[in-house]
């Protein structure tokens, strides 16, 4: 492992106030920073985890208008959350995040608790989120380790470790922690990830208007591009989706909901048959795979009206859409068996889809 010999040579004191005094100058105005209230700052962390902070901004708006309090939260339904964190992804977080605040609200008298030991221990929060928690909004000087934070500090420090490996994140937090302002943790913490976001990037640092360049051991040695190390091969894996807009008589609209575990649970989705991405896929597949799935017969037009492709973070979805009529109804039994459900377009607004097929939806209701 990395030695952290940089530590030895640069000035703690004024690299932590050379910090602070640029992020209080310089930090851009977000909404969960208008207060250090734990349970905003639990929400925005959660996130802003794998999601652009431009992204996040209005989705936190409106989070926070739906859910003002932690307990407002607690008491929601679970559609009523799922609805809200729609098109953010990564839906586990939003229910991690309701399962901690109930307990919470059971076990901490609705109060976040402020010790390591005791939020780390609830639902969804790791050492990232508790560390970020903590400093930010009671203070307390622990190290809130992300992106930003490993890149800014293997810079500065000179560290080599790869990044990619989960044990090199503990050779991040000792730095932290070495570093870190006693004083004042908060600004500190925040600073280094406004300092990774801004001017530390992770393409083409801004090296000249970084307010610690003269503590950076990377940029005094030239190599600030070579650095932080990340050595890591993710296999996308490839799938192909015929999927279908399926109307009755009554101009309802087919949804299915699914399963409750794995990828994207609970969320809504258009009836889908999924094929190996080799295989050669017709509509004529989908049209005998419903019929015997669901005991109904469905019509798909001749063309498909869009292609939609979706990449997550470890696979990729591309999907042919149809319109279909209905020709042999799904029974009741069938509906239930297989959490299907007839809606109007106004019931679906009600409900959370994910993002691969709003984007059908919206390709359906534009071309109508």
Known sequence: MQKINALQTISIKSFQNDLIQWFEAEQRQLPWRENKDPYRVWVSEIMLQQT?????IPYFNRFMES??????????????????????????????????VREVQASYNGIVPDTPE???????????TAGAILSIAYGVPEPAVDGNVMRVLSRILLIYDDIAKPKTRKVFEDAVRALISHENPSSFNQALMELGALICTPTNP???????????????????????VKIKVTKVKQVKLISAIIKNKKGEILVQKRPDQGLLAGLWEFPSISFEKTKKVTKDMYEDTFAITYNGRVQ?????????????????????????VIEEDVSDEMLEQNRLRWVTEKEMKQLAFPVPYQKMFKEYIERS
């Not at 005791?118 to 990232?128: E, H, R």
């Not at 030239?222 to 932080?228: A, D, I, N, S, T």
């Not at 798909?300 to 279909?324: C, G, M, N």
Request: proline share 4%; glycine share 6%; with cysteine.
């Open 206 to 228: 801004s090296c000249m208007l970084c307010p610690v360049n003269e503590h950076c051991a990377a940029f005094a040695e030239g190599v600030q591009k070579e650095l932080p």
């Open 67 to 100: 859910f003002p309090t932690l307990h407002h939260l607690a008491d929601a339904g679970e559609e009523e959350i799922l609805k809200a964190w729609e098109g953010l992804g990564y839906y586990s977080r939003v229910r991690n995040l309701q399962a901690a």
């Open 300 to 324: 798909l037009q001749k063309e498909r009206f869009a292609e939609i492709t979706h990449v997550f973070s470890h696979l990729k979805w591309s999907i042919d859409a149809y319109e279909a």
């Open 52 to 56: 652009r902070v431009d992204t996040v």
């Open 118 to 128: 005791d939020i780390i221990s609830l639902k969804g929060v790791g050492p990232y």
